[in-house]
């Protein structure tokens, strides 16, 4: 007896065969076969599949499945493959800026692990690391504050005296004082009607998103999932780095739209084909 699984994910079938009963010789056989590994655990009731995100973790990232180039290709290639929105190559597929935004080239393995060339040039994956990865930022993270319009202006008089406060130190000064730290609390500063501290006041999550507080210097610095990460004897995650904007969490997310253009800030950042890209990127992003 054979029973088929099909499990839709938006455009793409994902399709698993299975026996039903698998004689004991042949797991003598073959005990390392995926296949049989994925039937024990269903038997023991390890394994249990209620949706599509269920369907990629249990059946490919946790079977460890490996993830090769030529289905990112198809995923750079197809609309919707990450939420609402064209096809990534339709944006970028050169290195050339004057044909390609960033000059970046997502239509082939080279132009991934090349980067974007267009000043400040600078790579987009880092292979073995895909929550360093700013391709994986850039599908995960919606710019702030939610709703902004993405042609918002990234050099807006508010975003500028953030960028000059991190670049000059990010030190707790008057500058700090009177012309950042209040603009968290203006709901029109960063182009849209609510104020950063509205979502973004403590470090209990719910109701402040990834317990990010800027309500304060101390607070600030402090970073996002400290409450967290204090329970495993850890620091927050920083989203200052004195000095450099560029790398700082907190000046991405005001100037950094999410990809692809236009996507609902709703949409879900764990989307399955943005797992599947993260586990391509942690297996060492190979071009084969």
């Not at 209620?50 to 079977?63: I, P, R, S």
């Not at 390609?100 to 974007?116: A, F, M, P, Q, V």
């Amino acid at each position: 007896m054979h029973i088929l699984l099909g499990y839709r994910f938006d455009r793409w079938l994902f399709v698993a065969v299975f026996s039903a009963a698998l004689p004991a010789a042949d797991e003598a056989v073959n005990p390392a076969s995926v296949t049989h590994q994925m039937w024990r655990k269903i038997r023991l009731g390890e394994l249990k599949i209620e949706g599509d995100h269920d369907a990629v973790k249990a059946l490919v990232l946790q079977g460890n499945i490996p993830i090769t180039y030529d289905y990112i290709a198809t995923l750079m290639r197809t609309p919707n493959a990450f939420g609402n929105g064209p096809a990534c190559i339709v944006c970028h597929s050169s290195n050339d800026p004057s044909r390609s935004y960033r000059g970046l080239d997502l239509s082939s393995c080279e132009g991934i692990l090349r980067g974007s060339t267009e000043s400040p040039a600078r790579p987009v994956i880092s292979p073995g690391k895909p929550i360093e990865s700013r391709l994986v930022h850039k599908l995960r993270n919606n710019r702030m504050p939610l709703g902004v319009s993405f042609l918002h202006p990234t050099d807006t008089e508010s975003i500028q005296k953030v960028k000059k406060w991190i670049d000059s130190g990010a030190a707790d000064d008057e500058f700090f004082k009177t012309s950042v730290l209040p603009l968290f609390a203006e709901p029109t500063a960063f182009g849209s009607d609510i104020a950063c501290i509205s979502c973004h006041a403590g470090f209990r999550d719910p109701p402040n998103f990834n317990e990010v507080n800027l309500s304060s210097h101390e607070a600030i610095m402090t970073g996002a999932f400290s409450r967290t990460n204090k329970k495993q004897g850890r620091p927050g995650i920083p989203i200052v780095i004195p000095h450099e904007a560029e790398k700082s969490r907190l000046y991405q997310r005001l100037t950094e739209n999410r990809m692809p253009p236009g996507i609902n800030p709703g949409e879900e950042s764990d989307h399955p084909n943005t797992s599947l890209l993260m586990r391509w990127i942690e297996q060492g992003a190979w071009c084969k």
